[in-house]
T-cell receptor
Framework: SAVISQKPSRDICQRGTSLTIQCQVD?????MFWYRQQPGQSLTLIAT?????????ESGFVIDKFPISRPNLTFSTLTVSNMSPEDSSIYLC????????????FGEGSRLTVL | EDKVVQSPLSLVVHEGDTVTLNCSYE??????LLWYKQEKKAPTFLFML????IEKKSGRLSSILDKKELFSILNITATQTGDSAIYLC???????????FGQGTELSVKP
């Protein structure tokens, strides 16, 4: 298993601003992911955070809107840029441990409300 | 397009009842099916299923996979109010760790 710390846990933001969410893992992991969960919806993958290279984004998500950093194997950040009320969501960092099992562990999530 | 469908979307029961949650999937490649419980924000891992017909059990929760019919069920016996949560089903389709999630089933257990 892995212990994943995310911050902030929640924030209220103004339209047009940007916010960076941090994800810290207590051990080195190969795969880190960022998911979004909009109100009443299930989880949608935003991107895979790649260590030392650009993140891999899913369809519908772009780097300009959701820039991601991953400077090492235990840390990643997701920035939500130029926020609008539609960005109000829970953002979840997750890691894959045991590369052959596919078991994902999640951070506590960051609940963003954009006014 | 790969998809995971859960049913029912919501369910209200009373303590002591037994519930069955359903998850069906259509994916190009299949490695495993996972169940998560989400109470507030972070989903917590319950089970991972890779083989048909082998029941995984943890206390009052159990789950089984049918790879021929492409579905899984999650059973909760003698439900308690603490079981109230959203239960998420996800499939690992050999896509570099990416999981495809269903919509979730929101379970509410009344005293």
């Amino acid at each position: 298993s892995a212990v994943i710390s995310q911050k902030p846990s929640r924030d209220i933001c103004q339209r047009g601003t940007s916010l960076t969410i941090q994800c810290q893992v207590d051990s080195q992991v190969t795969m880190m992911f960022w998911y979004r969960q909009q109100p009443g919806q299930s989880l949608t993958l935003i991107a895979t955070a790649n260590q030392g290279s650009e993140a891999t984004y899913e369809s519908g998500f772009v780097i300009d809107k959701f820039p991601i950093s991953r400077p090492n194997l235990t840390f990643s950040t997701l920035t939500v840029s130029n926020m609008s009320p539609e960005d109000s969501s829970i953002y979840l960092c997750s890691v894959l441990t045991g590369s052959n099992t596919g078991e994902l562990f999640f951070g506590e999530g960051s609940r963003l409300t954009v006014l | 397009e790969d998809k995971v469908v859960q049913s029912p979307l919501s369910l209200v029961v009373h303590e002591g009842d037994t519930v069955t949650l359903n998850c069906s999937y259509e994916v190009t490649n299949f490695r495993s099916l996972l169940w998560y419980k989400q109470e507030k924000k972070a989903p917590t891992f319950l089970f991972m299923l890779t083989s048909s017909g082998i029941e995984k059990k943890s206390g009052r929760l159990s789950s089984i996979l049918d790879k021929k019919e492409l579905f899984s069920i999650l059973n909760i016996t003698a439900t308690q109010t603490g079981d109230s949560a959203i239960y998420l089903c996800a499939v690992d389709g050999f896509q570099g760790g990416k999981l495809i999630f269903g919509q979730g089933t929101e379970l509410s257990v009344k005293p």
